[in-house]
């Protein structure tokens, strides 16, 4: 089983509509978490951070997350075209960036205008 | 200001040739990773340095992976001799201690 697990989609949806992406884990000492965005043929750039459980919002992203189920989500309301992307969660014990990054294998998002 | 600069970003080459991808980290930054995505298994860590020292190698599949850092602009991953199941996009990325990493755009490579 692997530490991180994610759908990898790919997820269609229309402009506007709310998405919801979502990973589960097995590490219980996983502290912090990540939500990246990949474009095609780019490399993966962070999204959103979060320490902890709760929730974290920046703009049209909100950040979900609920360590006593082992699961972490990323919302984007209004969806734009400009959101299609794939979404990769990833997770780590420690806060340095001595601390290994556990990536899950990434969601395709399709944003239809 | 610049970003990770991967070289080259596509590289084709038949089994048994040596390659090296090159990476130049955001100045100013002493952490730099590299990472291997594939379908398969996603992005994995290969190994990552912090001030131009190698910390862990853990990821490495085997010997036939390298990677040096001679100086705090520079770095290299090299494969020799290399081998089909060798193919996949290779990501370099640096941060500054307890900043979030930054990524190259990557070079996918393939290997016939």
């Known amino acids: 089983q692997k530490e991180v697990e994610q759908d990898p989609g790919p997820l269609s949806v229309p402009e506007g509509a709310i998405v919801s992406l979502n990973c589960t884990y097995s590490?219980?000492?996983?502290?912090?978490f990540m939500w990246y965005r990949q474009y095609s043929r780019k490399g993966p750039e962070l999204l959103m951070y979060?320490?902890?459980?709760g929730n974290k919002e920046d703009g049209r992203f909100t950040a979900q997350v609920d360590k006593s189920s082992k699961y972490i989500s990323l919302f984007i309301r209004d969806s734009q075209p400009s959101d299609s992307a794939t979404y990769l969660c990833?997770?780590?014990?420690?806060?340095?960036?001595?601390?290994?990054?556990?990536f899950g294998s990434g969601t395709r998002l399709s944003i239809r205008p | 200001d610049a970003g990770v600069i991967q070289s080259p970003r596509h590289e084709v080459t038949e089994m048994g040739q040596e390659v090296t991808l090159r990476c130049k980290p955001i100045?100013?930054?002493?952490?730099l990773f590299w990472y291997r995505q594939t379908m398969m298994r996603g992005l994995e860590l290969l190994i990552y340095?912090?001030?131009?020292?190698?910390?862990?190698d853990s990821g490495m599949p085997e010997d036939r992976f390298s990677a040096k850092m001679p100086n705090a602009s520079f770095s290299t991953l090299k494969i020799q001799p290399s081998e089909p199941r060798d193919s996949a996009v290779y990501f370099c990325a640096s941060s500054y201690y307890g900043q979030p990493q930054h990524f190259g755009d990557g070079t996918r490579l393939s290997i016939l």
């Open positions: 100045s100013g930054h002493d952490y």
């Open positions: 990833a997770m780590s014990e420690g806060y340095s960036s001595a601390s290994k990054i556990i």
């Open positions: 590490n219980s000492a996983f502290q912090y």
């Open positions: 340095f912090n001030n131009n020292v190698p910390i862990d």
């Open positions: 979060t320490y902890s459980s």
